[in-house]
């Protein structure tokens, strides 16, 4: 499975970006796909997840400001990230897990910055 993660950038506090990551196969053939992010000199985190039975999870810090969706049509999942913090700065990165031939497999994309500063 191939990743392209997208729309990053530098927003203000308590802002607001759209992050995509479109997948090279249909995402009803992947398990698990969302979000991670890393800071420098940190552990690479879970930030949201979508599964294809029609899950998700977040982590703790996002309180009800990123919501993650999906569009089947276009084998793309999307982060929605709304009043963003100075904290949320870190690259983010998209991973799908799927389950192939009797094992789980995983799939990072490359990452895409996300800059909150004043």
């Known amino acids: 499975v191939q990743l392209q993660a997208y729309g990053g950038g530098l927003v203000q506090p308590g802002g607001s970006l759209r992050l995509s990551c479109a997948a090279s196969?249909?995402?009803?053939?992947?398990?698990?796909i969302g979000w991670h992010r890393q800071v420098p000199g940190k552990q690479r985190e879970l930030v949201a997840v979508?599964?294809?039975?029609?899950?998700?999870n977040y982590a703790g810090f996002v309180e009800g400001r990123f919501i993650i969706s999906r569009d089947n049509a276009k084998n793309t999942v999307y982060l929605q990230m709304n009043n963003l913090k100075p904290e949320d700065t870190a690259t983010y990165y998209c991973?799908?897990?799927?389950?192939?031939?009797?094992?789980?497999?995983?799939?990072w994309g490359q990452g895409t910055q996300v800059t909150v500063s004043s």
């Open positions: 979508s599964t294809n039975v029609g899950g998700t």
């Open positions: 196969e249909r995402l009803g053939t992947i398990a698990i």
């Open positions: 991973k799908a897990v799927v389950y192939r031939d009797a094992e789980w497999s995983s799939y």
